[in-house]
C-alpha cells in the first residue's frame, strides 16, 4: 500500500514516523512531481498537480476539519474525501470559545483594565439569563462547545442545517429557523464549514438581529464574516465587541482595521489546532478499516460540501 504525503506547511518528518509506526507494511512518501500513484493521501493545500496524478486514490485525509479549500480543486474522481473527526480539536474549540464568552460576561478585560490603574472596583453582576449564547453549526466541534456553555449555565441555542437533539441546547434548525435563533441570543458562536449555503453569513441583516449589545465570537472561516457589516455593527453600539481567530485574508494584512478596533479580540488561526498524534492514530484507524471493507464516520459530502 502506498501512502503520499503532502502537506503545505508541515513538517513531514514527525508524520511519516508515526504513520510508518502504526502503518508498517505501507510505503509512506512526501510526494514528489512524477511520483508513483498511491493508495491513499495525507493532505493540506495540495497543488493541483498532486491530485491529478493520482488517479487510482481510494482516500483523501485532510488534515483538517474544514475542506472548504480542498473541495475547490479537482479531485480524483474515485477517491472519498475524509475529515479530521475531532482528534482533540473539540475540547480545544469548547475551551477557546468557553473563555471567549466568559471573558465578555464576566467584564474581565475591564477588570484588567481597571488593575494596570491600580483601580479596585466592582462592576455590577450580570445576569446569565440575559446572555442566550447561539451556536451555528452542531456538528463535531459546535455540539461539543454547546454543551460545554451550557455547563457553565448560559441558556444554549444551537442551529443545524437538518433537525438536531441535544442535551441542555434549545435547537433550531434551517433557514425558517434562522430567524428565531437569532433573535433569541446575545451572543453568537460560529461553528459552520464554509460552503457556497454560508459564506457571508455573518452581515449586517444577520448580526443584526441578535440582541442588543451582541457579542460575535468567529472561530470557523473568515469568509462567514462580511468584515465591513462587523465595523459598522460595532461602531453603532448594536455589537459590543467580538472575538475572532479567522479572517478574510490570513495572515491578516498589518493596515487592516481590525487590529487597532478597541472592541476586537485576535488570534492567528489557533482556537482548534490539528494535533499530530491524534490525527495520526486517527488516519491509521481509518485506513485499516478501509482496507478491511468496514465504514467510517468523517466523510465529507463532496456536493454538500462538508
Ligand atoms: P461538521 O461537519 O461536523 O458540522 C457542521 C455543522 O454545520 C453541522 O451541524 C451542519 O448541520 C451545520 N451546517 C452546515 N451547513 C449548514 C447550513 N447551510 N445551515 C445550517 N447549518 C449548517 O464540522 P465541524 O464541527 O467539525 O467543524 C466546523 C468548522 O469549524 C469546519 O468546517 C472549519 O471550517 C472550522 N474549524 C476551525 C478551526 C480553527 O482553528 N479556527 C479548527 C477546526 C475547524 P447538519 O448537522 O444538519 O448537517
Not at 506547511?9 to 514528489?32: H, S
Not at 441535544?166 to 425558517?176: A, N, S
Not at 489557533?270 to 468496514?294: F, V
Request: net charge neutral; charged share 20%.
Amino acid at each position: 500500500m502506498r501512502i503520499a504525503f503532502c502537506c503545505t506547511d508541515t513538517k513531514a518528518e514527525p508524520w511519516l514516523q508515526g504513520l510508518g509506526q502504526a502503518l508498517p507494511r505501507a510505503t509512506i512518501e512526501v510526494w514528489q512531481p512524477g511520483a508513483a500513484p498511491a493508495d491513499y493521501a495525507v493532505v493540506w493545500a495540495p497543488p493541483q498537480q498532486f491530485l491529478d496524478e493520482q488517479p487510482g486514490l481510494k482516500a483523501l485525509f485532510n488534515i483538517g476539519a474544514g475542506v472548504d479549500a480542498l473541495l475547490k480543486l479537482r479531485l480524483p474522481a474515485g477517491a472519498q474525501v475524509v475529515r479530521l473527526d475531532d482528534a482533540g480539536m473539540s475540547v480545544q474549540m469548547a475551551e477557546y470559545v468557553s473563555h471567549a464568552v466568559i471573558r465578555h460576561f464576566r467584564e474581565f478585560d475591564a477588570y484588567e483594565a481597571d488593575m494596570r490603574e491600580g483601580r479596585w472596583s466592582f462592576r455590577k453582576p450580570r445576569s446569565r439569563a440575559d446572555f442566550p449564547v447561539g451556536v451555528m453549526g452542531l456538528g463535531v466541534l459546535g455540539a461539543r462547545v454547546a454543551q460545554a456553555l451550557s455547563v457553565f449555565e448560559f441558556p444554549v441555542h444551537g442551529w443545524s442545517r437538518t433537525p438536531k437533539v441535544l442535551e441542555g441546547v434549545r435547537t433550531h434548525h434551517g433557514d425558517v429557523g434562522l430567524q428565531t435563533f437569532l433573535s433569541s441570543c446575545r451572543v453568537l458562536v460560529n461553528l459552520l464549514p464554509l460552503t457556497p449555503d454560508t459564506r457571508d453569513i455573518l452581515n449586517r441583516e444577520t448580526l443584526g438581529r441578535l440582541l442588543p449589545g451582541g457579542y460575535l465570537v468567529n472561530v470557523a472561516r473568515g469568509a462567514h464574516l462580511v468584515e465591513e457589516d462587523l465595523l459598522a455593527l460595532l461602531d453603532s453600539g448594536h455589537l459590543a465587541g467580538a472575538t475572532l481567530d479567522v479572517f478574510r485574508t490570513e495572515p491578516l494584512p498589518p493596515e487592516h482595521p481590525f487590529w487597532r478596533h478597541p472592541k476586537l479580540t485576535l488570534t492567528p488561526h489557533t482556537s482548534a489546532r490539528t494535533l499530530r498524534d491524534e490525527s495520526i492514530a486517527q488516519i491509521a484507524g481509518k485506513i485499516r478499516a478501509l482496507e478491511a471493507g468496514q465504514p467510517i464516520a468523517g466523510l465529507v459530502d463532496r456536493f454538500r460540501g462538508y
